[in-house]
């Protein structure tokens, strides 16, 4: 009895299948071959069992572009991984080098990210990028294609809480005097850049963080390992112990890295307690601002501005500042108003505008990617007004309305209207209510000062 084309699918379908079922649960790299063994497709997996298993069931819906080459696969291969970020550069490598026919349809400049470190520069800066070939990268070096921008955007931020390297665009020189006087972004202050723009780390030193990083991305990270504690043994021996420490706290880092990597998946911890409404995911939520607001880069650090008086009495002004969309308490301001009016909200906006931000002005800091100003277009208009006496601009200011909630966006004369649910509004509306809370919070405090000294 002849077997037609569907039932051998079938068939060979459930003998994947249960191969797949043997597979380690460990992170990954699998290839998918057809009736030629040639690799057709190359993909990563946190868990190498469920994910290849997930191509064999009858209900897999890979959508339009890949689904026809669910009836071509006729074997696979598994590489096993030391963790995920080590499958996500070595399927950037598969695939460049294979060239896969069910990959390769994205890979383009235009579509697919690339990672550059800026070589040339005396302080190298890591970027993600879909243009490596932009005169701005020349003798950059550069890895990939990677399949996923933000997983591969998640990769570069926890890295860099290891090695400490700059994702900003300032072009940084080591000789420059105004090093001394420039204020680093609040990166440095949660330990994730070593500030070279504020002379807080020597040219000699930064390029070996950046040499070690390159390494951690080029082998195995048991190798690696064992090439670190190699070195640290010896600067020790040399008595540089400095420098012992930093290879110290690296390996340590390092060794932790999946740990981290899996408590923040799992809890999307939130960094300060005291905000009790929060979005609760605020990786989809950037993700979600950025296409909202149509911003390139991705979103690190943002800050909202709110207002608060009460009944003509003492009017304050609030600064919180949420980094990597979590709240990080250090960067709150609060502010007692001094020139406006009691119920002049414009004024006490511009006021705090300007002073927040004047130093960014004049090019001694660093802006906030997002500056969220707590109000309608007149409050928005009221931000850009200060923000045109200064000398240099920053990159995004909007404003959220109360009630309505809608997104008043800079150079835009229509508001943005989105669905409860959107992850971006969300996030607005954390940081909204967060600045909210700490200037009633402030207020609360003048006026029982102002009680007690009637």
């Known amino acids: 009895?002849?077997?037609?084309?569907?039932?051998?699918?079938?068939?060979?379908?459930?003998?994947?299948?249960?191969?797949?079922?043997?597979?380690?649960?460990?992170?990954?790299?699998?290839?998918?071959?057809?009736?030629?063994?040639?690799v057709i497709y190359v993909g990563k997996a946190g868990s190498l069992r469920n994910r290849v298993g997930s191509y064999f069931v009858a209900s897999a819906d890979l959508g339009s572009n890949k689904q026809p080459m669910l009836d071509l696969i006729v074997d696979f291969d598994v590489i096993e991984c030391e963790g995920e970020w080590e499958a996500l550069l070595m399927e950037a490598r598969l695939i460049k080098d294979i060239r896969p026919r069910f990959n390769t349809m994205q890979l383009d400049d235009k579509t697919f990210p690339y990672l550059a470190i800026t070589m040339r520069d005396d302080f190298p800066g890591v970027f993600i990028t879909r243009t490596p070939a932009d005169p701005e990268y020349k003798g950059a070096k550069i890895y990939g294609p990677f399949t996923s921008v933000n997983a591969l955007r998640e990769a570069i931020h926890l890295l860099e809480r290891v090695f400490k390297y700059r994702t900003c665009t300032l072009s940084i020189k080591a000789d420059d005097p105004r090093n001394?006087?420039?204020?680093?972004?609040?990166?440095?202050?949660?330990?994730?850049?070593?500030?070279?723009?504020?002379?807080?780390?020597?040219?000699?030193?930064?390029?070996?963080?950046?040499?070690?990083?390159?390494?951690?991305?080029?082998?195995k990270r048991?190798?690696?390992?064992?090439?670190?504690?190699?070195?640290?043994?010896?600067?020790?021996?040399?008595?540089?112990?400095?420098?012992?420490?930093?290879?110290?706290?690296?390996?340590?880092?390092?060794?932790?890295?999946?740990?981290?990597?899996?408590?923040?998946?799992?809890?999307?911890?939130?960094?300060?307690?005291?905000?009790?409404?929060?979005?609760?995911?605020p990786a989809a939520g950037l993700r979600s601002l950025r296409k909202i607001v149509g911003m390139d880069n991705a979103l690190r650090c943002m800050e909202a501005i709110d207002i608060a008086h009460l009944q003509g009495g003492e009017t304050v002004g609030s600064k919180v500042c949420f980094i990597d969309g979590r709240p990080f308490k250090d960067g709150y301001r609060r502010y007692k108003i001094k020139t406006a009016a009691a119920s002049d909200d414009y004024m006490a906006i511009r006021e705090v505008v300007s002073r927040r931000y004047r130093d960014a002005g004049d090019g001694s800091e660093l802006y906030p990617d997002v500056i969220l100003i707590d109000g309608?277009?007149?409050?928005?208009?009221?931000?850009?007004?200060?923000?045109?006496?200064?000398?240099?601009?920053?990159?995004?200011v909007i404003s959220l309305a109360k009630k309505e909630e809608l997104i008043y966006v800079q150079q835009r004369s229509e508001p943005i209207k989105l669905g409860r649910e959107n992850a971006g509004l969300k996030l607005c509306q954390a940081m909204r209510d967060e600045a909210h809370r700490f200037a009633q919070h402030y207020h609360h405090i003048l006026r029982r000062k102002a009680t007690l000294d009637e």
């Open 222 to 281: 048991s190798v690696m390992l064992r090439e670190f504690r190699a070195e640290m043994a010896e600067a020790s021996e040399a008595q540089e112990y400095e420098k012992a420490a930093v290879l110290r706290d690296q390996i340590h880092a390092i060794e932790k890295l999946d740990e981290r990597e899996k408590r923040f998946r799992e809890t999307a911890d939130i960094w300060q307690p005291e905000v009790t409404v929060f979005a609760a995911d």
């Open 180 to 219: 001394e006087r420039f204020r680093p972004c609040l990166l440095h202050s949660i330990g994730q850049c070593t500030a070279p723009c504020a002379n807080r780390i020597t040219k000699a030193k930064y390029r070996q963080d950046i040499q070690r990083f390159m390494r951690f991305l080029e082998s």
């Open 376 to 396: 309608g277009l007149g409050q928005l208009h009221a931000a850009l007004e200060a923000f045109d006496q200064l000398e240099t601009k920053p990159p995004m």
């Open 1 to 38: 009895m002849m077997c037609s084309a569907g039932d051998r699918t079938t068939v060979s379908r459930s003998r994947l299948s249960e191969r797949a079922k043997s597979l380690p649960s460990s992170p990954g790299v699998y290839l998918l071959k057809d009736a030629e063994d040639s």
